[in-house]
């Protein structure tokens, strides 16, 4: 009996839920979502612990549809998560739904589960205007910016144009701060995530300074993330978003975030919705980046 306590007690400590993460929110009243600083129009800070975007808002209403399922109000704590963070701050329990910018692949999909998905984005290169940069061979020699915890660079280096192309890499701890390499000079490309480059230039001080290029590096369906092996919480979030897409709640808060101005600068990101993200709107499913790829 004492050693079964003794295991009790070492799982609560270690922020091993017993119960699935319904029974969780239920019994605590509270929710934590995993939210971004920087992840362009899907995911972001005003200050003062606001967070806004269009995943945000999503997130949001499946937890507000999760409340009318246990009959309870449900309170939503924000915690911000980095690209480096997120995935295990999922895993050990500290974050319950992960509402950023998150890729899913195979390989985290052994690690954790997405529900289906709500963004399919292209990976492209932003530059200044006048850097010359039209293409991905043209970034040979140069220095090439991305966030730690990514996979943008990974993706450039297995493009078949950049077969032997040699660049030299520099890391920002998030999106702003990879930004920050490429307006200050310190990098002179930036391989990201479009919406969120479009979103970045849109927030900068000289918009007109940056253009995005080239060629698409790889097309990835971003969406929720939740934790592994939880049948009834990510059904839960599932059919909350099948429900949005079925109304076109989702196609609204697409065009009130990525096509309308937007807060702090009201600037507009202007990225129009691609037939990828079309397809997975009228089609909910969960499919990896992988499966994107064969196409």
């Known amino acids: 009996m004492k050693k079964n306590l003794l295991v009790l ?7 091993v839920a017993a119960a699935d993460t319904l029974t969780k929110i239920k019994d605590s009243g509270s929710i934590t979502m995993g939210v971004r600083e920087s992840s362009g129009a899907l995911s972001y800070t005003l200050g003062d612990g606001k967070y806004v975007g269009y995943h945000v808002e999503i997130c949001q209403r499946v937890i507000a549809d999760i409340s009318k ?3 309870k109000k449900i309170e939503i704590k924000y915690q911000p998560v980095t690209s480096q963070n997120r995935i295990p701050l999922v895993q050990n329990g500290t974050v ?3 509402c950023g910018s998150t890729t899913n692949n195979n390989s985290r999909q052994k690690d954790v589960a997405f529900a289906v998905t709500t963004f399919v984005e292209e990976v492209r290169i932003a530059t200044k205007a006048n850097s010359g940069i039209t293409s991905i061979a043209q970034l040979k020699g140069k220095t090439v910016a991305t966030t730690t915890g990514t996979t943008s660079v990974q993706t450039l280096r297995k493009h078949e144009r950049a077969t032997g192309l040699d660049f030299k890499e520099v890391l920002g701890k998030d999106h702003a701060d990879s930004f920050l390499l490429l307006e200050t000079g310190r990098a002179d490309a930036f391989v990201m995530d479009g919406s969120l480059l479009a979103g970045l230039i849109a927030k900068s001080k000289n918009p007109a ?3 995005i290029v080239g060629e698409v590096l790889s097309v990835e369906p971003i969406a929720i993330m939740m934790r592994k092996d939880d049948a009834p919480f990510k059904k839960a979030v599932d059919d909350s978003l099948k429900a949005m897409m079925k109304s076109g709640d989702v196609a609204k808060l697409y065009d009130k975030w990525l096509m309308q101005p937007i807060p702090p600068a009201n600037a507009k990101v202007g990225l129009p919705m691609s037939e ?12 990896p980046a992988e499966e994107y790829a064969k196409k």
Request: with cysteine.
């Open 96 to 98: 319950d739904i992960e």
């Open 69 to 71: 399922q246990l009959g």
């Open 276 to 287: 990828n993200l079309k397809a997975a709107l009228a089609n909910p499913n969960d499919k």
């Open 9 to 15: 007690a070492l799982a609560a400590a270690c922020g």
């Open 209 to 211: 300074d940056y253009k």
